[in-house]
């Protein structure tokens, strides 16, 4: 698998969220092979849905039977590790009131993940409002829409601690995406690349943030929900690949 930050170099890059747990894994495989016709970077595979590792097990061989793009592991918790992955974030949910999701589950996952020898890219979560099921799961001291300042803090913070990137999240389903204009103000200091993820459902709300520096755009309601993958993503990924890398 391309690496994540060797994709980076590039361009910016598109990926499709799948969670195993809102979905069979026909349906699964079926959302995968469309993406990866639209051309998207990565599959995310997880969520915020706790399921377990034989179910995670099986979406990724399934998935991995139809498709040769990368799967990079989005786990809810530590129980949601399959050894067929390509990578995993190694991620913590920095603004959380519960200490599993800072440091609990990271500490639970890591000789296993080591013991594998799995690539893990670790990764700043940040959950603003509204939030949505990710909000309410990890228990998140949500940021406001408009807060860079709170973001900011979290998101240094993050990166002087050697976190690869910083993910900031609005929730799967929320009915707006992250504020361009927080985007921005991250993007004026940060080092290291940023995700946006969350109410993302066309072309014109992708570019927006990538316009404000948005280096990687994450969709997975938009796949999960349609009857046409593929022709609901392709603008979507064309108008990522159609801005040049940050890190040029």
């Given at each position: 698998?391309?690496?994540?930050?060797?994709?980076?170099?590039?361009?910016?890059?598109?990926m499709?969220?799948?969670?195993?747990?809102?979905?069979?894994?026909?349906?699964?495989?079926?959302?995968?092979?469309?993406a990866?016709?639209a051309?998207?970077?990565?599959?995310m595979?997880?969520?915020?849905?706790?399921?377990?590792?034989?179910?995670?097990?099986r979406?990724?061989?399934?998935?991995?039977?139809?498709?040769?793009?990368?799967?990079?592991?989005?786990?809810?918790?530590s129980?949601?590790?399959?050894?067929?992955?390509?990578?995993?974030?190694?991620?913590?949910?920095?603004?959380?009131?519960?200490?599993?999701?800072?440091?609990?589950?990271?500490?639970?996952?890591?000789?296993?993940?080591?013991?594998?020898g799995?690539?893990?890219?670790?990764?700043?979560?940040?959950?603003?409002?509204?939030?949505?099921?990710?909000?309410?799961?990890?228990?998140?001291?949500?940021?406001?829409?408009?807060?860079?300042?709170?973001?900011?803090?979290?998101?240094?913070?993050?990166?002087?601690?050697?976190?690869?990137?910083?993910?900031?999240?609005?929730?799967?389903?929320?009915?707006?995406?992250?504020?361009?204009?927080?985007?921005?103000?991250?993007?004026?200091?940060?080092?290291?690349?940023?995700?946006a993820?969350?109410?993302?459902?066309?072309?014109?709300s992708?570019?927006?943030?990538?316009?404000?520096?948005?280096?990687?755009?994450?969709?997975?309601?938009?796949?999960?929900?349609?009857?046409?993958?593929?022709?609901?993503?392709?603008?979507i990924?064309?108008?990522?690949?159609?801005?040049?890398?940050?890190?040029?």
């Amino acid at each position: 698998m391309e690496s994540l930050k060797e994709r980076l170099s590039h361009g910016r890059v598109h990926m499709t969220l799948i969670d195993p747990a809102s979905q069979d894994d026909e349906k699964s495989v079926q959302i995968a092979v469309e993406a990866e016709k639209a051309g998207t970077d990565f599959i995310m595979l997880g969520g915020s849905t706790e399921i377990d590792s034989a179910k995670m097990d099986r979406a990724v061989k399934a998935i991995k039977s139809k498709v040769s793009t990368g799967i990079i592991l989005f786990p809810g918790s530590s129980a949601m590790i399959s050894r067929y992955a390509d990578a995993i974030y190694f991620m913590s949910l920095l603004n959380s009131k519960d200490r599993e999701y800072i440091i609990g589950h990271q500490r639970k996952a890591s000789m296993l993940l080591r013991e594998m020898g799995m690539e893990t890219i670790s990764m700043a979560y940040l959950v603003f409002e509204p939030g949505m099921t990710v909000g309410r799961q990890g228990k998140a001291d949500l940021i406001g829409r408009e807060d860079w300042k709170k973001a900011l803090s979290y998101a240094l913070a993050a990166e002087m601690m050697g976190m690869d990137l910083v993910y900031l999240e609005a929730g799967s389903g929320s009915p707006t995406t992250i504020s361009p204009s927080v985007v921005s103000k991250l993007k004026e200091t940060l080092r290291i690349p940023v995700i946006a993820g969350g109410g993302i459902r066309s072309a014109a709300s992708a570019s927006e943030l990538l316009r404000a520096g948005a280096d990687i755009i994450v969709t997975g309601t938009i796949a999960e929900k349609s009857s046409n993958v593929l022709t609901e993503l392709r603008p979507i990924v064309e108008a990522v690949h159609s801005f040049p890398s940050t890190h040029d």
